[in-house]
């Protein structure tokens, strides 16, 4: 029997990252999509707390569930209109929309805590794509899970729909670039970015693995819905089960 992870997704700029996903899976699984409202793409502190706003992500649940049948799981695909909520508010987001969905429901955020934590990994670097000061608020969020990040860059790009257009060369230099080395993993934690075709490559390139958002979404939603095993092609995370 399949599994079907509905994923919500702010925007247009790494969704198609997710069907490339569904197609390395190969085993039935479904991760149908719908793009969640986004008034104004920017990484801003007051954008992320409207684009991740529970009326937001109701509207989302109701639509993937039209759309793709019956749930196992839903996934709010966006790592910074999680965090930026902090711990107890994200918290919140997800029970709101587990309340809704009626089935098992998790934030990439969330998704990236469970993942370090399956790898066993309690020090990490941070490669971020947004400003200082949203970036630093993932710090925050990761040490509340008692992860300690070694070491924060970066880049300042305001926009996802500018994320979603850097090329494969550069995110590999990024999350190299990124890397600390008494850091256990890299994390790139934004949605935006284009990853899953990359990331053995990523790991390969660093000499650890490095966590992506869109990876750790999947896995995420594929834990949750009892689908958890040993997978190829989709990096350290998913070759450990």
Avoid at 23 to 40: I, K, Q, W
Avoid at 90 to 110: D, K, M, N, R, Y
Avoid at 145 to 170: H, K, M, Q, Y
Wanted: proline letters at 4%; a negative charge.
């Amino acid at each position: 029997m399949s599994t079907t992870v509905g994923i919500l997704y702010p925007g247009y700029s790494a969704e198609d990252d997710y069907p490339r996903a569904e197609a390395a899976l190969g085993d039935g699984s479904r991760l149908p999509l719908v793009h969640t409202e986004m008034r104004e793409d920017a990484h801003r502190v007051d954008a992320l707390l409207d684009i991740g706003g529970e009326d937001v992500l109701a509207a989302g649940a109701a639509q993937v569930a039209a759309q793709a049948g019956p749930l196992d799981s839903i996934v709010w695909a966006c790592t910074s209109g999680s965090f930026v909520f902090g711990w107890d508010g994200a918290a919140a987001q997800v029970a709101a929309l587990q309340e809704v969905a009626g089935v098992p429901a998790s934030s990439t955020s969330f998704a990236f805590v469970d993942a370090c934590r399956a790898l066993g990994v309690t020090r990490v670097a941070v490669g971020a794509t947004y400003p200082d000061d949203v970036a630093e608020r993932f710090v925050e969020f990761l040490g509340k899970a008692g992860i300690t990040v070694l070491s924060l860059s970066a880049r300042g790009i305001v926009t996802a729909a500018e994320v979603g257009t850097l090329p494969g060369d550069l995110v590999l230099d990024f999350a190299a670039a990124a890397d600390h080395p008494d850091a256990q993993a890299v994390l790139l934690p934004d949605t935006a970015l284009h990853t899953v075709e990359l990331l053995d490559a990523l790991d390969t390139r660093v000499g650890k693995p490095v966590l992506t958002a869109n990876q750790v979404s999947i896995w995420q939603g594929l834990r949750l819905a009892g689908a958890q095993r040993v997978r190829t092609g989709l990096g350290a995370l998913f070759a450990a089960g």
